[in-house]
C-alpha cells in the first residue's frame, strides 16, 4: 500500500463528483450495456470500499462497474458475457 496513504488521513479516489465515467448498466442481471453517465455520489460500502454512484446507469467499484472510458468499460462487458456463456457468472 502506498506510504502516503497508510501515514495520511486523506486518501486517493479514482474520480470527483460530477465527473464523465462509463458504467455498465444491467437489467436484473441480462441485457447489460455500456452507458456514460456523471458521478453522482460515492460512499464506503460495508467492506470499506469505494462504492461510486453513476446517475440513472449504475452503481459499483470502480473497475468492475465504473470505468474512467468506454474501452475498458467494453472489455469488462465482454468478460461477463463470457463468463455467462461458460456458466461462470458472478452476479455483481
Known amino acids: 500500500m502506498d506510504e502516503s496513504i497508510l501515514h495520511s488521513d486523506l486518501i486517493a479516489v479514482p474520480c470527483s463528483i460530477g465527473d464523465t465515467v462509463w458504467g455498465i448498466?444491467?437489467?436484473n442481471g441480462h441485457n447489460r450495456r455500456v452507458i456514460q453517465g456523471k458521478v453522482h455520489e460515492m460512499y464506503f460500502g460495508e467492506?470499506?470500499?469505494?462504492?461510486i454512484c453513476v446517475k440513472g446507469v449504475c452503481r459499483?467499484?470502480?473497475?468492475?462497474?465504473?470505468?474512467?472510458?468506454?474501452?475498458?468499460a467494453m472489455k469488462k462487458l465482454k468478460e461477463l458475457?463470457?463468463?455467462?456463456?461458460n456458466g461462470n457468472s458472478v452476479r455483481k
Open 47 to 51: 467492506d470499506m470500499s469505494l462504492c
Open 60 to 72: 459499483g467499484r470502480w473497475g468492475e462497474r465504473v470505468f474512467p472510458g468506454f474501452d475498458p
Open 81 to 85: 458475457k463470457e463468463e455467462d456463456i
Open 25 to 27: 448498466k444491467s437489467f
